[in-house]
């Protein structure tokens, strides 16, 4: 059974990871066909069609599991799942498609108010795959689940790259594509499309059924989930979404080209989340459950910590490779604070052990929420006060160190676990202190970043004699 469990766990983190290593090697196309102030309106987009779809799909991909596992229900929760967001998605565009114009005016889209139809069009594709990509799942399918993920974006960046270099201008300008901004959202319009065409037999299963009462258990099981949702969004991309108000299109469309470059971290984080969280639950009834949690911890932090700054003392050939337009590189500064932000994520989903495993769920919507506030109103001074991109990272890394060191205090009240924290303290303390000298210092100096990622590995390794030569002696 575990076997099995570890084997459908890796499938589906090539159906999760895969699709986001496809569109970032696609990023470097993208920053150097489109000038800076196109990719902020770009980033705005996608950061707004995050925060859309998390509010229509509600959290039901998770309510449509809980429910589903009860006897004789599963057939009732995917009719009732998929025409409850089929309403939700229907609306949502009905509304977009009406009042077109003037949500283009409040977003500063004027003259293209098509990029709200097609905002709009994108968001009811993906809600409509919600339950379908949800009943592959549930039944065991994760190589085909993995497969739609996958050739979606593949498709995806094939015709974005064809619009590019082999599309003639003057076909793309005729379907109305008039600048090269219009390539990838119009491409990723079209991958949500052959989403719907790929997993239409799934869809042909739902029957004309809603039951009320199963409904309203659902909603209220999922309502926090979608405040959850919510709030990681907000963390992710609030500071994206708010910038072409406040900043330069220039400083705004580089800080999104520079951010998506940190998402080499976000990838080291997503890959670990998806093998670990079955873990955890299997290891709650043991008794040495609190030991096994402890290490894994901290072997995260030790491998973490070293990706982070293996990052961060390359990012002078890096930049040439992902981001080939010089003038995107003004945001330069901002990788470092995200990648290390994105490390305090990590450590902070190990701390998250604790209210997952006592099933005090609620616990982690007000810890998420807390980090969301305080990314608002970070962001909010940065940009509203002091017009700087450089804060919006800052406010990202404020938000999830808090989230961090607030689910540790909590954890250790309610449910102690012996990490040994002096020590991870360290690393992420050491961590910072070289990364500030490679940046101010050594401006990303290849050979003297390189030398202090290697004294920084040496010092860890160091530390954790004990630990890697156990683990050698036990292969």
């Known amino acids: 059974m575990y076997k099995k469990l570890l084997g459908q766990t890796l499938i589906y983190g090539i159906g999760a990871i895969a699709p986001r290593i496809i569109l970032f090697i696609l990023n470097p196309l993208l920053i150097y066909k489109i000038p800076n102030e196109g990719f902020a309106v770009f980033t705005q987009l996608y950061a707004l069609i995050s925060f859309v779809n998390i509010i229509l799909s509600f959290g039901f991909e998770t309510a449509y599991f809980r429910f589903s596992a009860e006897k004789g229900q599963e057939k009732k929760t995917f009719n009732t799942s998929f025409w409850f967001l089929f309403a939700t998605s229907s609306l949502f565009l009905i509304l977009c498609y009406i009042f077109n114009q003037p949500i283009a005016d409040y977003w500063g889209y004027h003259n293209n108010p098509e990029y709200i139809r097609w905002f709009a069009l ?26 739609v993920r996958v050739t979606q974006s593949v498709f995806q960046a094939l015709f974005t790259a064809a619009l590019f270099f082999w599309i003639p201008e003057s076909f793309s300008k005729s379907i109305g594509l008039d600048e090269n901004v219009d390539y990838p959202f119009f491409s990723n319009l079209a991958g949500s499309g052959l989403g719907v065409l790929l997993l239409f037999p799934i869809i042909l299963k739902v029957r004309f059924q809603f039951v009320f009462s199963l409904f309203s258990k659902m909603i209220k099981y999922s309502f926090p989930l979608m405040l959850a949702g919510l709030a990681f969004m907000v963390n992710e991309n609030f500071d994206k979404s708010i910038q072409l108000k406040h900043i330069s299109p220039e400083e705004a469309g580089a800080y999104g080209g520079c951010y998506k470059l940190a998402v080499l971290m976000t990838l080291f984080v997503t890959a670990y989340r998806m093998g670990i969280e079955p873990f955890f639950f299997k290891q709650m009834d043991k008794g040495d459950a609190k030991k096994t949690y402890a290490k894994v911890a901290e072997y995260f932090a030790f491998f973490a910590c070293v990706v982070a700054l ?28 995200i990648v290390i932000a994105n490390l ?28 969301a506030g305080i990314n ?40 102690p676990i012996p990490y ?34 290697l004294i920084y590995a040496g010092i860890l390794i160091y530390t954790e004699k004990d630990m890697i030569l156990s683990r050698i002696k036990k292969r």
């Open 122 to 147: 994108i968001a009811f594709f993906d809600n409509l795959l919600v339950i379908p990509f949800a009943w592959l799942r549930f039944n065991n399918m994760p190589i085909k689940y993995s497969a």
């Open 310 to 337: 293996g990052i961060i003392a390359n990012l002078s050939w890096l930049k040439t490779l992902f981001i080939p337009n010089k003038s995107y590189w003004i945001a330069l500064d901002i990788i470092p604070i």
């Open 344 to 371: 305090c994520f990590g450590i902070y989903y190990n701390f998250s052990t604790w209210y997952k495993v006592t099933d005090r769920t609620g616990v982690g919507t007000i810890i998420s929420w807390m980090g």
């Open 376 to 415: 608002i109103g970070l962001n909010c001074l940065a940009l509203m006060y002091y017009h700087s991109m450089i804060g919006s990272a800052w406010a990202t890394f404020g938000a999830y160190f808090v989230m961090m060191t607030t689910s540790y205090l909590l954890g250790q009240k309610y449910y």
């Open 420 to 453: 040994r924290i002096k020590k991870m303290t360290f690393f992420i303390g050491l961590l910072m202190i070289f990364s500030f000298i490679t940046v101010y210092f050594f401006k990303y100096n290849f050979w003297l970043g390189n030398l202090l990622f």
